[in-house]
């Protein structure tokens, strides 16, 4: 099926450059004819980057700097038999245009240096190659200072403000529709597919406890509601230990294709969300509660958020490198179940 994709899109669209890790000369080419490099500094060295699942994301290594060259194709990149909004790529170009004039926010972001909207490509200036914080989840508790900078940054990202005349082009319907079906739809489906005991054995029935839960299932639709609602502020839309990314002089933040105008406190419930998977302390949960209320948002909707990411990490189709057993993962559906049913209780769960 992936190869179908491929061929239906080259096909249909003649004039648009599929980029491919293995050709060299060609990744080299396109760099030369986009005025990105010179001749006199040829990559030493071209790798893929990062685990991301959805782009083609290159890494390009120069003499004295490096490059990423990220390409969206209209297939996730990992499950090429998935077909993928093609635009994202340019919502995601869009987002760094449009927090350029916010320091606090741009400043922890790589660099834009070209966005080619015929091949949907951006190039980016390497945030660095110390890897991301997905270590959190097996035995690297994340710092109160980091957490404090990722707080900061969601604090920042306030202050960008999109015209009326740009919020359609922020809207990322395509996306959200996509990243709902696996959020709030997918995971409670019956039938769907999704082989959890081949993850670990006892999963599937787990899952099927809360596909029982009515009520847990009716919050979590009204979530996802929530989230398909337009509104007014820039939302990064993944902010999750894999867009956080270590660099020499703090941590910069990547990865925006899923952003739209909507809801701050979906942003605060992931980051919660995966603070309860790398199984942080209560303190570094409170002090996501404590950014969200500085920043006037609904503690509800923040934990609620939080308990459907949980969930759909745990049983949904985007898993992560969880180095625990069902015992604990049985645990943490139990706080998914408390966070979007019982938000009156805090962290109590915790």
């Known amino acids: 099926m992936g190869k179908l994709l491929r061929a239906q899109f080259a096909d249909a669209h003649h004039d648009v450059l599929l980029l491919e890790a293995g050709d060299r000369a060609g990744i080299e080419g396109y760099?030369?004819?986009?005025?990105?490099v010179a001749s006199t500094e040829l990559p030493s060295r071209i790798e893929r980057a990062g685990s991301g699942n959805m782009n083609l994301t290159l890494r390009v290594t120069l003499r004295s700097r490096s490059l990423i060259v990220k390409q969206g194709r209209p297939w996730v990149e990992k499950y090429d038999h998935i077909a993928a909004p093609w635009g994202r790529t340019l919502i995601e170009g869009q987002f760094y245009e449009a927090v350029r004039s916010v320091q606090a926010v741009s400043s922890r972001m790589p660099e834009l240096?070209?966005?080619?909207?015929?091949?949907?490509?951006?190039?980016?200036?390497?945030?660095?190659?110390?890897?991301?914080?997905?270590?959190m989840y097996a035995d690297r508790q994340i710092s109160k200072t980091d957490l404090g900078e990722l707080l900061d940054?969601?604090?920042?990202?306030?202050?960008?403000?999109?015209?009326?005349h740009a919020r359609s082009g922020f809207a990322n319907r395509a996306m959200r529709v996509l990243n709902h079906e696996h959020i709030f739809s997918l995971p409670?489906?019956?039938?769907?597919?999704?082989?959890?005991?081949?993850?670990?054995?006892?999963?599937?029935?787990?899952?099927?406890?809360?596909?029982?839960?009515?009520?847990?299932?009716?919050?979590?639709?009204?979530?996802?509601?929530?989230?398909?609602?337009?509104?007014?502020?820039?939302?990064h839309g993944d902010y999750f230990p894999g867009s956080w990314v270590r660099a020499a002089d703090?941590?910069?933040?990547?990865?925006?294709e899923f952003c739209f105008l909507g809801a701050r406190e979906f942003d605060y419930g992931v980051t919660l969300a995966h603070l309860a998977l790398g199984r942080a302390g209560a303190e570094a949960a409170w002090q996501v509660l404590a950014g969200s209320s500085r920043e006037h948002l609904d503690e509800t909707m923040v934990?609620?958020?939080?308990?459907?990411?949980?969930?759909?990490?745990?049983?949904?189709?985007?898993?992560?490198?969880?180095?625990?057993?069902?015992?604990?993962k049985r645990r943490l559906l139990e706080v998914s179940r408390s966070l979007a049913l019982a938000p009156e209780r805090g962290l109590t769960c915790w």
């Open 31 to 36: 760099l030369l004819a986009r005025n990105l």
């Open 113 to 135: 240096l070209n966005l080619d909207r015929q091949n949907h490509v951006l190039v980016l200036a390497d945030a660095g190659s110390a890897g991301d914080f997905t270590s």
């Open 153 to 164: 940054w969601l604090s920042a990202l306030r202050a960008v403000t999109i015209p009326d």
């Open 188 to 235: 409670l489906a019956e039938q769907n597919g999704l082989d959890l005991d081949r993850i670990i054995e006892g999963l599937a029935r787990a899952a099927e406890e809360l596909k029982r839960d009515q009520a847990y299932c009716g919050r979590v639709r009204e979530l996802g509601t929530e989230y398909l609602g337009d509104g007014i502020s820039l939302v």
């Open 250 to 256: 703090g941590i910069r933040i990547i990865d925006p």
């Open 303 to 328: 934990l609620g958020f939080a308990g459907v990411e949980i969930m759909r990490r745990l049983i949904g189709v985007a898993q992560l490198p969880l180095p625990y057993g069902l015992d604990a």
